[in-house]
Nanobody
């Protein structure tokens, strides 16, 4: 098993940047693909991006492509989501998740963090 803890959320103005972190427990974190998802109030959870185990391949939702970058440091058991040019519609709780496939589907990730709030003011 792996436990995930997100951090780095907060309040930022439109056009600002944030870097979210997802810290994992366990020595086998490098075996897991990691996905980022978000959920805004009253909306369904949606895919943001994903990284393969090595970090050599990433995938992003169209809504964030060009504005977000996922990187990972397996030596530190941490994955990052760098978000730039933030918009009010990016406001949501952001979750990281770990699984064996860098998928866009939440059901492919058995392990989830508790989430971190990102609020973008207009």
């Amino acid at each position: 098993q792996v436990q995930l803890v997100e951090s780095g959320g907060g309040l930022v103005q439109t056009g600002g940047s944030l870097r979210l972190s997802c810290a994992a427990s366990g020595r086998t974190f490098s075996r897991y693909a990691v996905g980022w998802f978000r959920q805004a109030p009253g909306k369904e959870r949606e895919f943001v991006g994903a990284s393969t185990q090595s970090g050599s391949n990433t995938d992003y939702a169209d809504s964030v492509k060009g504005r977000c970058t996922i990187s990972r440091d397996n030596a530190k058991n941490t994955v990052y989501l760098q978000m730039n040019s933030l918009r009010p519609e990016d406001t949501a709780v952001y979750y990281c998740a770990a699984g064996w496939l860098a998928s866009r589907k939440g059901r492919d990730y058995p392990y989830w963090g508790q989430g971190t709030q990102v609020t973008v003011s207009s």
